[in-house]
């Protein structure tokens, strides 16, 4: 392969720059609740396991996009456009595997067991038969049922816990706590890192208190990059976890090349490739010396692409949990 | 008052400008169906009313934001917040005053009859007691009954339309669309303008089709302003109508100077001004000669100030059509 150089791109992000975020960053509503809830959920998984590797891991997946205010009080905002169907589905296949997930999405995208609910849904698909009696439109019958008893089945049974997200302040302080809390439970612990985040922001410090006036003209902006985070949160954050992260590129000509570059510069154990139209057909998974092309099944209506794709990341993270702790793998 | 002089922000844009507009907007989907869709509701609902002056009344109710895709094959794109609260009340308040409404609001916000339903409602609020009964949650059991049946009942009535849009490109070609449509029932139409429009875009033009790259450092982004479409929408496409603008700023100092300007410069019968803290509580609605300040009914639990702003207005438009009309009016 011609060598290639994105300097900038794929530069570890200086910890000044890295702290600089934080310090700036507008701190988290609810912090204190938010790490109590999620101590306990991480450990009464994990605990709870006893001798059953597969019952003792614990995912976290992101999912949907991330916003960037542009004004402190804020009417206008950069987003990524993210539905979270990935992060929805994958968390499905990760329950129906053993994991616990821990599910930090964007407010108002997909939920897991939600993926095929109309827009709406409540108001679409259910009607009064009478003062008491709710019945779902037959067209509806089977999303719905689905959603609801497999959803509460999930939250009931203590292996999935939601935590919501708007903005990129709050993304990246949640993805911290959470990986600062993950790390003690070492390669049990894994980060599915499907949100699409931002990759330019507006300093909050530098951020304009008021709504940008549309007087003056056209409107010139400029933002500032967004530090990798990847890089710390293997190095530092959760060392042991095991890490996927996600690729998206509208040209597939620079996807593979882009993915291979973040699994080494950012140390990532696999990368998920993926092009915006076709997206949900198929998926390279990139990991060290290997490139696998995941596909959908197609001879299955309804088949997703995730369906192959986490029973692939669940046997690499047994192979990787085996190789730390020495286990008698198969 | 001191003459203030923003020349830009209320210079009415060339009939080149708003050509260039839409001559460079990425065409709508299905626009030949939604046309005819809309024919059959303005028809149905004037005709049907007869001599019934406020049922043959046809309101246009905007709601949420319009976005700014920054790429082509669309991953970025700028957003304007606004839940779309405001729309989705209104739009209640309308129909019980017997108009008809079209609701032209953002995919994925707040609908009409459902605003104090809990995010993802569906799944929060609903579970099956047995395999074919679903039985509401008491905590959510208004809220739910509300939704489904006030919803209903208005779509089943014939009297709601709902279409839904994502970008600012979707967003004024609709408005066109619809206004054109409007135009021939007079002042018997109402534009109430309550979404929250960008005033920035990148012309489709001149957007690059791939996603932007984050390896060239920060992000340098120019962004022309959207023409302004208040003043050729009451020249040209709907000069009866009722017009109802609204206008949201962060900053009161120039919140009614800058409604004033509105008011006057786009030919606007009444122009609604919010503060974005407080906009929940009052609005002050600035009308030629007059500001009436509008407050919710603090004495009464769940008041909103849609309410008695609706009274208002649509008192305002009975006058108006009664002056254009010549009707005998009390």
Redesign the interface.
Known sequence: MAEVN?P??YRVAPNFQIRAFFDSAPPILDAADTKAKLNEFIHRNYLAAGNDDKASRIVCVTSGGT?VP??R?????????SSGHRGAASTEYFLKSGYSVIFLYR??TC?P??RD?P?????E????NDAS????DHKCAEV??R???E??AAVAGGSLIKL?FTTIFEYLQMLKLIAELLRSIGPSAMFYLAA?VS??YVPWESMT?????????????????VPKMLSVLRSEWAPMAFCISFK????KDILLEKADMALRKYGMHMVVANE??TRKEEVTVVAPNEKIIVKRDESQVGADVENPLINLIVERHSEYICRLNQFACK
Request: charged share 20%; hydrophobic share 40%; aromatic share 8%.
């Open positions: 994105h900038e791109e916003s542009l004004e009080r804020c009417v206008r905002y950069i987003d990524n456009f407010r108002g939920q067991f939600c609910l827009d709406n849904a409540l108001i698909c259910l009607k009064y009696s709710l019945q779902v719905v049922r959603a609801i008893t959803h509460q919501p699409a990759d330019f208190v008021h709504k940008i006036q549309s007087g003056a003209g056209p409107l010139d902006m400029q933002l500032a990059q998206l590129e509208t040209d915006l139209l």
